[in-house]
């Protein structure tokens, strides 16, 4: 059996602009219209999750190299 992959960040948000969209146009029904609302709210997390996770790998680089940098001017 594959291993199914992650979708990617760009491919969940052009999703979630595309629910959007489709809830700035008015052209749904109740029904449709719950299950997208429940699609999105889920997308934003996922998003905001992965945006996040993103965000403290950034932060643990930066004091990474902060920290390097630091140390070769201490003993330059």
Known sequence: MAKKSKPSFAN???ELEALARKFESGAFDVEQGLA????GMALAKQL???LKTVEQ???T???????RSGAEEMSA
């Open 36 to 39: 997208d609302f429940e699609r």
């Open 12 to 14: 969940d948000f052009a």
């Open 48 to 50: 905001k999750d992965r």
């Open 57 to 59: 790998k950034v932060e």
């Open 61 to 67: 680089i930066k004091a990474k190299y902060a920290h």
